[in-house]
């Protein structure tokens, strides 16, 4: 039987999931071509080396989910604007330096982003309260991760499972993709303003050094 995605024991990727958008457009918008995408179970993927990355694509329902891991792009900038244009699309994500982040972006805008499991990072507002629901799930130690994986599980009617991420899923490489550019996109990702309590208390930047997550 099929259990939940166990993405909290991977220790870098990035999981998207989108509205309203097809697998070949979702592979599009990372720079891909989905004319050379293959239908293969996730273990059987090529390795690539960096900076090339492998992205594996599937679907639930209306929705289209994408992972790529260690040299991942789907945090980037312009990939989370454009899977979000006319629909919405969660983004989770986890770096090299351990930094696990959500983001919930609406017609090409970020609307909430926030650290799970560290509530004074929580940024922007949106009718599902991501950052809320995921901080009280966090707060009775459930894992970060897993807590994200929940809150988009309420949102698209059905849990990400074990099956979804052995596949088999589209999947393509995409080669030296320009991190830079894909960063800088034009028009800009637009981000809320102010944080929704206080700022995060400058003290965990100095001891930590841990950056924030629209340099991520």
């Known amino acids: 039987m099929a259990g939940p995605w166990p993405l909290r024991y991977s220790e870098q990727f990035c999981l998207t999931v989108s509205l309203d958008k097809s697998p070949e457009e979702v592979m599009a918008i990372y720079g891909a071509d989905p004319g050379q995408a293959r239908l ?5 993927a090529p390795y690539v080396p960096p900076p090339d990355t492998t992205l594996h694509v599937g679907h639930v329902g209306e929705w289209t989910f994408g992972i790529d891991f260690d040299e991942h792009i789907g945090s980037t900038k ?5 899977l979000s244009e006319q629909g919405e699309s969660m983004i989770l994500f986890r770096t090299a330096k351990a930094l696990t982040v959500f983001h919930y972006a609406v017609n090409g805008r970020i609307a909430e982003w926030f650290e799970p499991g560290y509530p004074p990072s929580s940024r922007g507002v949106s009718p599902h309260q ?3 629901r995921v901080h009280e799930l966090t707060s009775v130690g459930i ?17 990400l499972t074990t099956e979804d991420a052995h596949g088999p899923l589209h999947t393509v490489v995409i080669e030296k993709p ?3 550019a894909l960063e800088h ?5 637009l981000f809320p303003v ?3 309590k206080n700022s995060r208390p400058l ?13 991520a």
Do not use: K, N, W, Y
């Not at 894992?143 to 849990?159: D, K, M, N, Y």
């Not at 996109?185 to 990702?189: I, M, Y």
């Open 40 to 44: 293969l179970p996730m273990a059987d």
């Open 78 to 82: 312009q990939v989370m604007r454009d």
């Open 130 to 132: 991501f950052s809320q």
């Open 143 to 159: 894992h970060p991760v897993s807590a994200c994986l929940q809150v988009i599980a309420r949102r698209t009617g059905r849990e």
């Open 178 to 180: 320009d991190r830079a």
């Open 185 to 189: 996109p034009e028009p800009l990702l």
């Open 194 to 196: 102010h944080l929704r």
């Open 203 to 215: 003290g965990r930047r100095l001891h930590t050094g841990r950056r924030s997550a629209e340099d």
